[in-house]
């Protein structure tokens, strides 16, 4: 019998905004969504991939290796047959989701990869998911690119973004008052993880850094002194992961508070 479902809110953006102008390529991270969705199943609860459109998320060709599997190929052959073919990976709507009730789900998660910048974090659907979760105070994680999407509960997400594409972060201040995770501590990709992404994957600059969004927003926002070491913060019912070698970490923290959660009813 199940534990309890755990929804997973995907990306659908396939292009980013580079400074210049120009659009990058970019998707979802695959180890980082296969991974905690693996290790949720394995500790028996039900999960749930749950996107803007309904349609699956792109995985972002970067992560389609075995280096994000620690160099295990059989490891990575097994999330990429999990992604491809378990049916708990057949995407939904957002819409749906929340038409269904979000009271019969008890945790979130929300990968990375540099996708969520572009739509998650601005999607008012997003939004109303983690108000939700927010308020009853069930586990809700976030990893890499992902804690980004927590602008969405803003009550002018769409504004606050516009303001950190303009270069504007006094107007961005303005635009977050009421965020619901000011004072919340939080880690997310950090500005040199980004610069090696930017330098070697995605040959262009993109339009702000996430540590200095969330910390405009209101976020204690700290990551580690070495790029790429795996990080996790929690933070009353928020666990938040710095990077793709932070997947492993957060699920067991997720599975973790999950479990304490369903103890404590």
């Known amino acids: 019998m199940s534990k309890g479902k755990v929804v997973v809110l995907g990306s659908n953006a396939t292009r980013i905004e580079t400074k210049g102008g120009y659009w990058g390529v970019t998707g979802q991270y695959l180890n980082e969504t296969v991974v905690p969705a693996m290790a949720l199943i394995e500790a028996g609860y039900e999960v749930v991939l749950a996107t803007p459109d309904g349609t699956p998320p792109t995985i972002d060709r970067a992560s389609d290796a075995a280096a994000h599997f620690g160099g295990d190929e059989a490891a990575y052959a097994r999330a990429k047959d999990y992604y491809a073919n378990d ?78 594409i303009a270069g504007d972060p006094e107007k961005a201040k303005e635009w977050a008052k009421g965020w619901q995770y000011a004072g919340y501590k939080m880690t ?46 929690e933070d009353r019912e928020l666990i938040t992961g710095q990077n793709p070698r932070s997947d492993h970490p957060i699920a067991v923290a997720l599975i973790a508070a999950l479990d304490r959660k369903r103890a404590a009813a």
């Open 188 to 233: 997310v990709f950090s500005a040199t993880e980004e610069k090696v992404i930017e330098d070697t994957i995605l040959q262009a600059k993109i339009y702000f850094d996430m540590p200095l969004a969330l910390n405009l927003a209101g976020g204690i926002v700290s990551t580690t002194p070495v790029d790429f070491d795996p990080y996790v913060i």
């Open 87 to 164: 049916p708990s990976m057949n995407a939904r709507t957002l819409r749906s989701v929340l038409d269904e009730g979000l009271d019969s789900y008890v945790g979130l998660h929300i990968p990375g990869g540099q996708a969520p910048i572009v739509d998650l974090m601005q999607d008012q659907e997003i939004g109303e998911i983690l108000r939700h979760f927010h308020q009853h105070s069930k586990p809700t994680a976030m990893l890499c690119h992902g804690p980004i999407s927590a602008v969405a509960a803003m009550p002018y997400a769409r504004e606050f973004r516009a303001a950190l």
